[in-house]
């Protein structure tokens, strides 16, 4: 899911949560993390795919945000830690027994998970179960691309084998 389409349905629903619990730190911080859980995927990128280039913030920004955003430079390993029904179920647990705040964080990671299984499994068929969201299952499967994302079939086996050809 793109990024804008993270912004508008998780500010739709803080606006709610604001107008239902009367908290405007509530909101704000289920906002942010409905948000920022994505921030994931830039560790993600800098452990497996970080340019040899020198790194150029407001270039990076300017010039591959999108790309970067829309997860199809994937094509090695894909760990993303904040990802995952395991940090969910921690959260809520803290949550309900410690923190508002916590708890807050939690749906908002829970909604980001919702928002994300809706679109990439349902709508653009990119992971191949919902067992894609369970860290201990992509960490099983070594965090490959090829073995957790469906885009991954016999055609990237097949560029494999020629690439590895043609060195």
């Keep these: ?7 508008v349905f998780s500010a739709i629903v803080a606006a709610f949560i604001l107008l239902l619990v009367r908290n405007p730190l509530l909101s704000l911080v289920f906002f942010i993390t409905a948000v920022f859980i994505d921030l994931d995927h830039l560790l993600d990128y800098f452990l497996f795919y970080f340019p040899k280039e020198a790194f150029h913030p407001l270039k990076f920004v ?5 790309y970067f955003l829309s997860c199809v430079w994937f094509r090695k390993k894909v760990v993303l ?24 964080i939690a749906f908002g990671i829970a909604f980001h998970l919702s928002l994300d299984i809706f679109w ?11 067992c894609f969201y369970f860290i201990v299952f992509r960490a099983i499967k070594g965090f490959e691309c090829r073995n957790l994302l469906s885009r991954f079939g ?11 050809e043609k060195s």
Aim: charged share 25%.
């Design 1 to 7: 899911m793109k990024l804008s389409q993270h912004i």
């Design 62 to 66: 300017r010039e591959k945000a999108g």
């Design 81 to 104: 830690i904040f990802h995952s029904f395991e940090l969910l179920a921690v959260l809520l647990i803290l949550g309900a027994l410690y923190s508002r705040i916590v708890l807050y």
């Design 120 to 130: 990439n499994i349902i709508i653009k068929n990119r992971s191949k179960k919902i």
């Design 154 to 164: 016999e055609e990237t086996d097949q560029e494999l084998k020629s690439s590895s």
